[in-house]
């Protein structure tokens, strides 16, 4: 083999301490030989390799999380200056700007806090920093079809991009892949660090939270796998286990954190974490606190007694609300209760810790669903997509649709101008500023009353109209006027009685209104003609207000033919194509 001819350039390297200590004898030798850059816990920043930080303390975790935060406010504020739609701000935030998260993101460790500062990064950019008409992070991630604009949520797409090893390390049965040879270093660095006497191997702290040991964030890797794992929700409806292994795991383990509308006592039922919150000593009993292993009939029992345990007020108390139904076991507990059940004394006292016992659970860990009538479980594929289609324990439900979905997909399918399509998203959302929501703000500053309606020859005691959604859309006579001539001019001359119960139903894309064959662009939809109506009146409202131009109908439906006469253009080119 050919021997290389680089030299290494000691001027350049970096010397790494893995503990984070100093060791002055290693500096002090290293500089004798020319190597004079030396990284430990004391320098301000972690030290970059492969565009991924290592990080020696917590402070350099939080410095480099600061740079990168900087750094994409930076970028947004580049695109800032440009004319683009909603969809437009979230391709490039999902593309280009939010791309510089996904390399690092896999071994770097964000805090709760500095995930929030990435969301609110993106939100601010979208809604062009605008706070009263602001769409919240919750409906931009939300698909395009809920309402949504379906930005990628960092936090999210941080526990997914762990799934490639997460799913490897959880499934019991799976070898390693070939092509991860680092799957087996993994597991032998998280059996290094998770496992305690009492849960002697990692799949523990995987699957229950209260099995792990405290985790320092210097462990950015441990922590990132541990939250991915954590965003799973646990129901553990169809899974088995052994009696040690209920007898061993901690008690909050082994309640059912919810129940769902079908379970009999949903009515009545209270989460566990709401009944215990002010008994914090609960958090350290174990099954074997509330019951025990019957050897005659081998089946776990409660404890009738319980002057012999280590918390035997709080272990009575907990067995009690047992009694009650106040606190309900998981399915896998209660197995282990039913009495004369064929079971292997080998599982009941065995003292040799292996995952056989937990296989059920990393199974339905790691499944998008059960199938009960086969009793089989379907796996995920080890992709982001595959982590999507996961059941999320923190997802929270998605709100009540403003619109079917089925009208959303017409909505972003309707080929009008990209500033209509803004426009008529911010109103379907009912986010406008009109007079009435400042002045409910900041009181001292803004009148409630219409710009538009205020005439010239008021009493003293008078006031124009209150500008609410409706008057500010539709109901100011001068937007009336705008309205009715076009909708006569463009969609049916003999629909002159337009009203605002139209206008809502056009706007939420259900009406039934069609154009006559006598208007002008008869290839447009009422729908297209609705959008550039509806901009013209936007665009000349907020020229009133910021540049002083009076609001004057007949200009207004000039620049809606123009609007009307380009879309067709536009259409019939299409056509073409």
Known sequence: MNACNALLNYGKTQALSLSGAQHPTWQTFLQDHGITHWHDKTAPDPLIYLGYAICSSPFQC?????????????????????SLTYRGKVTIMNSLIYSKL???????????????????????????????????F???????????????DPQQQAHALQWRWLHFLLHPTQPSPTHMPSIPII????????????????????????????????????????????????TFHYTSTDILTCLQLPLIELLLPSTPPSHPL???????????????????????????????????????????????????????????????LHNFVLFNFLPLVPRTISSCNSNIYNINPLSSFLISKISTYFIPDFFSFIVSSPTTTGFKSLPSFNKAPPPPPIISPSKWQQF??????????????????RKITTKQRLHEIQPDIFTPYC?????????????????????????????????TTAIVNYIDPSFAHFSF????????????????????????????????????????????????????PLTIISHIHKALTKLQYEETLHTII
């Not at 919750?138 to 990628?152: A, E, S, V, Y």
């Not at 710009?451 to 006579?477: D, G, I, K, V, W």
């Not at 009146?537 to 207000?545: D, L, T």
């Open 266 to 328: 949903h009515a009545t039922f209270t989460p566990p974490a709401i009944i215990l919150q002010h008994n914090k000593t609960s958090r350290q009993l174990r099954g074997s606190d509330i019951f025990y292993f019957n050897n005659t009939t081998l089946h776990l029992e409660l404890h009738q007694s319980t002057i012999h345990l280590p918390h035997r007020n709080l272990s009575k108390k907990i067995i009690h609300l047992i009694q009650l139904n106040q606190l309900l």
């Open 62 to 82: 939080a410095s480099h999380a600061q740079t990168i935060i900087a750094n994409l406010k930076k970028q947004c504020q580049i695109y800032t200056a440009r």
């Open 412 to 429: 972003w399918r309707l080929r009008i101008p990209i500033n209509a399509r803004n426009t008529w998203y911010r109103i379907i959302h």
């Open 138 to 152: 919750d409906t931009l991630i939300l698909p395009r079809k809920q309402g949504g604009l379906q930005l990628i």
């Open 102 to 136: 996904w390399h690092m993101i896999r071994l770097f460790s964000f805090s709760q806090s500095e995930f929030h500062q990435l969301q609110q990064i993106a939100a601010s950019f979208i809604n062009n920093n605008a706070k009263i008409t602001r769409l919240s």
């Open 451 to 483: 710009q538009l309606c205020r005439p010239r020859r008021y009493s003293r005691h008078a006031h124009p109209p209150t500008e609410t959604n409706q008057h500010f859309l539709f109901s100011c006579p001068k937007k009336i006027l705008v309205w």
């Open 501 to 552: 119960l139209h206008f809502s139903d056009i706007l939420k894309l259900n009406s039934s209104i069609t154009q006559s064959n006598t208007v002008p662009f008869p290839q447009l939809s009422t729908y297209q003609v609705f959008a550039c109506i509806l901009q013209a009146i936007w665009v000349a409202h907020y020229r009133v207000v910021f540049d002083n131009i009076p609001f004057v």
């Open 187 to 234: 597991r032998f660095t998280l059996n290094h660090i998770l496992t305690t006497p009492q849960y002697p191997t990692y799949h523990w702290s995987l699957l229950f939270p209260t099995c792990r040991p405290v985790i320092p964030r210097a462990y950015g890797p441990i922590v990132n796998l541990l939250r991915a794992s954590d965003t799973i929700n646990n």
